[in-house]
DNA sequence: CGGATCCCGGTTTTT
DNA sequence: CCGGGATCCG
């Protein structure tokens, strides 16, 4: 995507920038370094971002022109921020500089390229729901039967071909490796697999995975387009390259091949993405792909206490792997972070309540504090005594907005607009009307066979006498049809269509019908159907916070994984007990076990001033029923002097 | 077609 | 114990 940094109007001078002053010498050195490739390590809080946003400005000094330079960020948004900070920074507009995701920029190139990699009709993105529907009617239509959990689940389906691409292995070393016990079927989810692309392949969908494999298809077998880009993007910056994996290092070294001008910043004891195919070694990896390259350490914390960086520097000590850095900090005051054990769950949310409501009083904005979990659900009793307390707060990962089946349900009527082999989106249009089930939907393929038009499709339609709505739906889609209709106008439409459906369907219906709302709103900055749908595909509202205003002051919940790259005064590291983080499901695997324990270093190296350290000891399991928790193994032996144990009173409610 | 019932399993993180 | 998935029956 290209970003804008369109907010200059002044006649206000560029200011210079001294950068010797401005930046210590290791950042220096990366800033300026702009021919050839260069490797940064940048430990937590080294000012990574800042780098690359000198950098940003310094290229556009030198007299690079901004839409030469590519940005390949974890999320859209930072490369955003990153844009707007050297605008700021350089008090003059920058022009079009190309930033995003891999996704999101491979999604740009096969929009203007797809003709090349077979996908000349353009594309609809899937996500992970729409994966799992494809690969259950893949499923139901080969008939595999096997006995209950002998045979994968759609999800799980999705998981392991997912991790095939992503990892660059075979199907069948996968297996053995992760899944043995699916090994027995690796025949039939082999054929499973082949139908996936070929179905993905002739609806004109593609998943997350396509994008990259296509991506790099297209500038491996494709010598002008290759060029072409590599002309184009003279200097390509990755951020987070230890979350990056082979396909993306590969994505990288095509597209450097004229110039190898690449820099990648990264922190391999911060690699917390092994589950989409990073891996740390990677990092140690680039000097390989880019002989030559410059290898320049950033180690001086700017941003907590050396008490936090204590405690993160003996988390990392325990890992079996040494990773490169140690950091320091010239802000050696400060409280000892403290490990609080409290009796119970609902104990350990009032406690942070309490917690909060201290810190406010003395002068912390509820903005800069924030309470970070492993897993999505671990919040969920937070939550509700946060709510209760009335503190005001917002929640980043876990759930997503988009993937609840309302949004899916709208979107369907818009995604066979904009590509009529949609076949997943018109199985759900099916079902949602009332008397449709499976056998329509059967009926409904063998009679589209091949031939997918919007106007075969309302033929067969209007040809089904029995549920009359199946002419209604006919009528909505033909009149959508009709030409020039902004996004907006045909969601409004949808939606008088879909109350009653709605109704009928959900008794929370009210709420879900205000969430379509907001997603009217996001819809009416789009001017085109299929940017709207793709963009929503690729980088959904991280929170309900991109979709409605947010309050103005609000407390953070997020998980580790969506906190990556964030920073706050306060912090809260919550279900630090043995069985949740590490959970139980990582115990019996080393790798697995070093992955926790970089997501816990993570977690305590978002903290500037304050950090407590939670976990229930007794909590409640539906397995196990009543269990004694035992303290996170990554705090558990860690000396006094390091982390505090802590008891507060918490008053009852 | 869709609601009722039974059975099994149980890890999360995101583009 | 709850939810997903498969199966059965009206």
Not at 487 to 513: C, H, I, N, W
Request: proline residues 4%; aromatic residues 10%.
């Amino acid at each position: 995507m290209t970003i804008s940094s369109n907010i200059f109007n002044t006649e206000s001078h560029p200011r210079r920038i001294d950068y010797p002053k401005e930046l210590n010498e290791a950042q220096y050195q990366a800033v300026t370094t702009v021919a050839g490739p260069v490797l940064v390590i940048a430990g937590a809080g080294s000012g990574k971002t800042r780098t690359l946003v000198y950098r940003l400005a310094y290229l556009v000094e030198q007299g690079v022109d901004p839409e030469s330079i590519l940005l390949l960020t974890f999320t859209r948004k930072s490369a955003q921020e990153m844009l707007t900070r050297a605008v700021h920074l350089l008090n003059q507009h920058l022009g079009a500089v190309t930033g995003g995701t891999f996704h999101s920029v491979c999604y740009q190139w096969l929009r203007q390229y797809g003709d090349r990699v077979g996908y000349p009709h353009g594309f609809n993105i899937m996500d992970r729901g729409d994966q799992g529907d494809l690969l259950q009617m893949l499923k139901e239509r080969f008939g595999f039967k096997h006995p209950a959990g002998s045979f994968p689940k759609k999800d799980t389906m999705a998981d392991i071909f997912s991790a095939v691409v992503n990892k660059s292995i075979t199907l069948e070393a996968l297996l053995i490796r992760d899944y043995p016990q699916f090994l027995a079927q690796r025949d039939e989810l082999a054929k499973i697999q082949m139908a996936y692309w070929q179905e993905k392949r002739s609806n004109h969908l593609m998943d997350y995975d396509d994008l990259l494999v296509e991506g790099r298809r297209l500038l491996a077998e494709h010598e002008d387009v290759r060029r072409r880009l590599s002309e184009r993007f003279q200097y390509v910056m990755v951020d987070e390259y230890q979350d990056t994996n082979l396909l993306q290092a590969d994505l990288v070294r095509l597209l450097a091949f004229t110039h190898h001008n690449v820099m990648a910043v990264g922190d391999d004891s911060q690699s917390i993405y092994s589950f989409r195919g990073a891996d740390f070694r990677n990092i140690m990896d680039f000097p390989r792909l880019f002989p030559g390259a410059r290898i320049i350490k950033l180690e001086e914390n700017y941003r907590s206490t050396q008490p936090i960086l204590d405690l993160a520097n003996a988390v990392i000590a325990g890992a079996r792997e040494k990773y490169t850095k140690c950091l320091f900090s010239r802000k050696a005051e400060g409280d000892r972070p403290r490990l609080f054990r409290t009796a119970s769950e609902n104990e350990q949310s009032r406690l942070v309540v309490s917690q909060v409501e201290d810190l406010k009083r003395q002068g912390i904005p509820l903005k800069e504090m924030a309470v970070l979990v492993r897993a999505g659900y671990h919040s969920f009793d937070l939550e509700i005594e946060l709510t209760r307390a009335g503190i005001h707060f917002v929640k980043f990962g876990g759930f997503k907005f988009v993937e609840s089946a309302h949004i899916k349900d709208i979107l369907a009527y818009l995604r066979v607009l904009a590509n009529p082999r949609d076949t997943l989106s018109w199985h759900r249009l099916l079902l949602l009307v009332p008397g449709v089930g499976r056998q329509s939907c059967a009926r409904f393929d063998t009679q589209m066979g091949s031939n997918f038009t919007i106007e075969a499709a309302l033929n067969w339609l209007r040809s089904q006498k029995r549920p009359a709505q199946l002419k209604a739906l006919a009528d909505l889609i033909d009149s959508m049809q009709a030409p020039g209709k902004t996004v907006v106008a045909l969601m409004s439409q949808t939606l008088e269509f879909y109350e009653p459906l709605a109704q009928g369907r959900y008794d929370d219906y009210p709420k879900r019908m205000k969430d379509l709302e907001h997603l009217l709103a996001i819809a009416s900055r789009y001017r085109s159907l299929r940017s709207f749908l793709n963009d929503l595909t690729l980088e959904p509202p991280a929170s309900a916070a991109d979709l409605a205003p947010p309050p103005q002051d609000y407390l953070t919940v997020s998980t580790i994984h969506s906190a990556k790259g964030l920073e706050w005064d306060a912090v809260f590291v919550l279900w630090a007990a043995e069985g949740r983080f590490p959970g139980f499901y990582s115990q019996e695997r080393e790798d697995e076990l070093e992955e926790e324990r970089r997501l816990m270093y993570v977690a305590i190296t978002r903290a500037r001033k304050y950090l407590g350290v939670a976990y229930p000891a007794i909590g409640y399991s539906r397995q196990f029923g009543m269990t004694y928790n035992a303290p996170s193994r990554f705090v558990a032996d860690i000396p006094r002097s390091l982390l505090e144990p802590w008891r507060v009173e918490v008053s009852e409610t």
